[in-house]
C-alpha cells in the first residue's frame, strides 16, 4: 500500500473482500458495477417496475429504491415479484434514512439495504455536544443494540449492505468530536463497521458521498487507510458525488470525484447523482468505467519514492509567480486555437470575448479563457487587453512586431535556446510526462535549478496513454523532490469520440490533479475543434475549475438527485431556479427534494430550498431555517428575496 492505493504510478485496483448481493459480485477485482435510484414514489408499484425496468435495459446493475417507513419497505416485496414476473432478476437496494424497522423489513426482501450511519440511530439537531469517553462509549454501545438487529437478519437472509456516509448529515455526536471534516465521515462509517466485524458479518460494502469532490475524495482515501490500519484488509467501495447537479456541471462534478479514485484503482461500484431521470445517469456511468477496463498497455512510470504532499488534506503546491500565472493567482485557461487557418474576432465568442465593432471595445464574459494557443497563425487584429497569444517558437521568431506574442517550446529547443542565451522573456515550454526520464527533460529540469531561468519558465505538462493523469502527477513529485518552483499548467489532450466522452476524459485528467493543489492553469485540446466544440471545452474548463473549488466563475448549485421521497418537480424547479440566478457568481444553491437531503445534505450552501410537504418549501440560510412552509408558487422569488436581504443579490447586466 502506498497511503491509499497500490502504487501512485502503476494501475492496480485495491484488493478488496467479495461481497455478494443476489447473483452479483462485488470487490475482490470484479468489474466495477454500474447502479442508479428510481425517482417514483415507491407505493406506486407499477410506475416503480417501470422506471426500474428502463434502468435496467439502460445498463443498471443494481436498483435503489427509497423505503423511507414501513409501508414502503412492504411494498418492495410487489415490485419484486412483479420485475422477476417480468423476467428481470437484477438486484434491488433498499434506501433506508431515520428507520430501523423499516431496514429490518427491506432486509427480508431484497438482495441489499443501505443505511445512513449519520441518521440510523442518531437524530440530528444541529447541537454541539459534549461528550466524556464514558459517554461517548454509552453512545457505541446504543448503537450497537439498536443495529444489531439488522445484522443478524442480513446475516440469515444473506442480505448485503451498505453502510453510506454522507458529508451532510453526519451525526451531532460525530459533528462534535471531529467536526465537519472528512476523518468524521470515516468515523461515522467505522463505528457501524466495527460492530459488524465483531457480529462476524461482512457482506457490507462502503461510501463516503459529498457534494464537494474534494471533501468526498479526502474520505475515501481516509477510509481506505483506515479500514488497512485497523481491520488488515478493504471492504468494497461505491463511489459518488452526492448532489453533482444536471448538465455538464453534474457530470463534470460525478468524473472528478469518481474518475479521481478510480485512477488509483479505488472504488468497486459507482453511481452518477444527476437531478435528471435515472436511465440517463446510466450512460455516464458507462463513460467513467470504460476508461479502466483495458490498462494493459501502460507506459512504466518511476516509483515516486517521496510523496511531497498530503492526499487526505488540500495545499495547493507552491508555485512561483509570473505574470497572471502561479502562486496564490487562480488558475488560468488556454483555449487551443492551433487548427484554425484564420482566426477572426466572432471566433473568440466561444471562449468570452465579444467584438462590439460601434464602440470598438470587448465585452469579456467571468469565464474567458486567459491565454490562446495559435500554433503558427498570428491573429491579425488587436486582441483584447486580458487576452495573451502563445505561439510555436520558431513562427514567433520571424514576425517583425514580436511583443504580443508568447513563445512556445519543446523541451529540447528550449535547452538549446538557453545554450544560446536567446530566452529571458517569458517562455511556454511543453513537457511530455510519458517520457519524463528522456534526455531532453532531465536537461531542462536541471536548467530550471538555475533561479533566472525558472523566473521566465512555464512548463506546460501533458502525457499520452491510458495512465495520463499518472504521469503528470509523478512530474509534479519530481519538481517536489527537486524544489523546482515554476507553474505548471495542465495540458489535457483527449483522443475521443465525441464530446461525452471528452468531457469524462478532462474533468478526470485535469480534476484529479487540481484536488490535490497541482496546478496553475488548465488548457483542454480535442483531436478536432470548432467554434463549437471551443465553446464546450471552454465551459469544461471553468467547469472542472469550479467543481474542484480552485476557481469560481459561476453560481453553484447543490442538487440532489430526485428519488421518492422528494416532495416536488425537482428538475422543473432547479431549471427555474438556475435561470434567475445563474448570474450570481460564487454564490452556493442548495435545492433539495426532502428533508432527509436537506438541510444536512446542503453542505456549504450558502442558501438552501428544501422541500417540506406536498407543494410545501423551507428556505435555509446556510443550516439555519429562515421561511418555513412557503407554498411552491411563491418560494423562488422568497429565495431571490433572501439572497437580497443578505447582500448576495446583484442584477442581470
Known sequence: MQLYCNSLTEYKRLDTLEVKVGDLLIGNHHPVRIQTMTTTDTMDTAATVAQAIRCIEAGAELVRITAPSKKEAENLLHIKNELRKQGYTTPLVADIHFTPNAAEIAARIVEKVRIN???????????????????????????????????????????????GTNHGSLSDRIMSRYGDTPMGMVESAMEFLRIAE???????????????????????RLLVQTMQQELGHCYPLHLGVTEAGDGEDGRIKSAIGIGTLLEDGVG???????????????????????????????????AIELVTWSPFSYKRRESSTIGNIGDKQVPVVVADYSGYSKLEPADLISIGYTYDEPSDKWNIADAAADYIYTGTLAPSFALPGTLKVLMDAASREVLNDKENYLPYYNAADYVQALHNNQTGQLSFVAFNCTELTSTENEQ????????????????????????????????????????????????????????????????TEAGALLLDGFGDGIWLSNQEQDATRQTTLNNIAFGILQATRTRISKTEYISCPS???????????????????????????AIMGCIVNGPGEMADADFGYVGSGVGKITLYKGKEIVKRGLNSDVAVNELINLIRENGMWVDKN
Open 198 to 220: 465483531d457480529l462476524q458479518y461482512r457482506n457490507i460494502v462502503l461510501s463516503m458521498k459529498a457534494s464537494n469532490p474534494q471533501v468526498m475524495v479526502q474520505a475515501y
Open 563 to 589: 428519488c421518492g421521497r422528494t416532495l416536488f418537480d425537482l428538475q422543473e424547479t432547479t431549471a427555474r431556479i438556475r435561470a434567475v440566478t445563474h448570474h450570481l457568481k460564487g454564490v452556493k444553491i
Open 268 to 302: 468497486d461500484t459507482i453511481r452518477v447523482s444527476l437531478t435528471e431521470d435515472p436511465e440517463f445517469e446510466l450512460p455516464v456511468c458507462r463513460d467513467i468505467i470504460k476508461r479502466y477496463t483495458n490498462r494493459n498497455d501502460q507506459t512504466k512510470i518511476p
Open 117 to 163: 450511519p449519520g441518521n440510523y440511530v442518531d437524530k440530528k439537531k444541529f447541537e454541539t455536544l459534549e461528550y466524556t469517553d464514558t459517554e461517548y462509549q454509552e453512545e457505541i454501545d446504543r448503537i450497537r443494540e439498536r443495529f444489531t438487529p439488522l445484522v443478524s437478519i442480513c446475516k440469515e437472509h444473506g442480505t448485503a449492505m451498505r453502510i
Open 444 to 507: 531542462l529540469l536541471q536548467k530550471l535549478t538555475n533561479p533566472a531561468v525558472a523566473a521566465s519558465t512555464v512548463l506546460m505538462a501533458t502525457a499520452t496513454g491510458t495512465h495520463a493523469m499518472a504521469a503528470v502527477r509523478r512530474l509534479f513529485a519530481l519538481l517536489g523532490e527537486k524544489q523546482v518552483t515554476v507553474p505548471v499548467i495542465i495540458h489535457s489532450v483527449s483522443n475521443y469520440a465525441n464530446m461525452d466522452e471528452h468531457l469524462i476524459h478532462h474533468a
